[in-house]
């Protein structure tokens, strides 16, 4: 294979025994697999060197996020086209066999965006699809901000997948509990209140802002096709936003003792 056609596939970890050996199954036949570790203290290691891949290292000091690994990650990759799967993330064959298809070709895009599927209370959620994330893209080109949440900034083309490829969508093994949805809305929301100090919001936040995230959620992506599961997704999707702006407020108004 042409050097510049090669696929470095980065995997961040940290604790992610659970479904790790699944994920690097499914994408042994590219041509690197980097594992970035955040100092686990579970099986993550073990795993990763039963399957041969290439493990960096990168510590947690203060960071609580994993974007500042992401770029440190992409910086270490060998490879020119890098792929970001998290360790609950599954590859279809199908997906390989399309990036390297686009990889091959005179035109490829510098970015590719991938729909993602994702489950909640054991089915699958029509709100939460295409889910696309950035993370196909040439390495040289892209620059990923130590922000929670954000996606790479790429140089040139970035292309989406069609959502009615579900062939080649991402598998999202997370199935996560309303016990940990409330309890990662408590650890995101804190995450997102410094890039949100400049948002004056008030009273009127409080209510708009969970009510057009449920109508969203419920509504515009179609939630109702998914039962008891995709009212209460939506639902949890508006208190993630009551806890934001809740949190902002209270930063902003509480009075010192």
């Known amino acids: 294979?042409?050097?510049?056609?090669?696929?470095?596939?980065?995997?961040?970890?940290?604790?992610?025994?659970?479904?790790?050996?699944r994920v690097l199954d499914s994408v042994k036949d590219f041509d690197?697999?980097?594992?970035?570790?955040?100092?686990?203290?579970?099986?993550?290691?073990?795993?990763?060197?039963?399957?041969?891949?290439?493990?960096?290292t990168f510590e947690r000091k203060n960071y609580n996020i994993v974007e500042p690994a992401r770029e440190f990650a992409i910086r270490q990759a060998a490879c020119p086209w890098v792929l970001v799967v998290d360790a609950d993330e599954l590859v279809s064959p199908s997906l390989r066999d399309y990036?390297?298809?686009?990889?091959?070709?005179?035109?490829?895009?510098c970015g590719i965006a991938i729909p993602r599927k994702n489950f909640f209370m054991g089915r699958f959620?029509?709100?939460?699809?295409?889910?696309?994330v950035l993370r196909f893209f040439q390495r040289d080109k892209t620059h990923w901000p130590a922000v929670i949440h954000c996606s790479p900034e790429v140089e040139g083309e970035v292309?989406?997948?069609?959502?009615?490829?579900?062939?080649?969508?991402?598998?999202?093994?997370?199935?996560?509990?309303?016990?940990?949805?409330?309890?990662?809305?408590?650890?995101?929301?804190n995450n997102e209140l410094p890039r949100r100090r400049n948002k004056n919001y008030g009273s009127w936040a409080l209510l708009s802002r969970p009510m057009?995230?449920?109508?969203?959620?419920?509504?515009?992506?179609?939630?109702f096709l998914d039962g008891k599961a995709g009212l209460i997704h939506a639902?949890?999707?508006?208190?993630?936003?009551?806890?934001?702006v809740a949190k902002l407020i209270e930063e902003r108004e509480k009075e010192p003792f």
């Open 235 to 244: 639902i949890l999707d508006g208190i993630y936003q009551v806890a934001i």
């Open 99 to 109: 990036l390297y298809e686009q990889v091959s070709r005179s035109d490829a895009p």
């Open 125 to 132: 959620l029509h709100s939460a699809y295409p889910d696309y």
């Open 159 to 189: 292309i989406k997948i069609p959502k009615s490829r579900t062939d080649l969508a991402l598998f999202h093994l997370a199935n996560d509990s309303v016990s940990d949805i409330l309890r990662k809305s408590d650890i995101y929301s």
């Open 1 to 21: 294979m042409n050097a510049e056609n090669r696929i470095s596939v980065v995997v961040n970890t940290y604790n992610a025994e659970k479904y790790l050996e």
């Open 212 to 223: 057009f995230r449920f109508f969203k959620s419920y509504v515009l992506k179609r939630g």
């Open 32 to 56: 690197e697999v980097l594992v970035c570790d955040m100092e686990s203290t579970d099986r993550t290691l073990e795993i990763a060197r039963n399957y041969g891949c290439r493990i960096i």
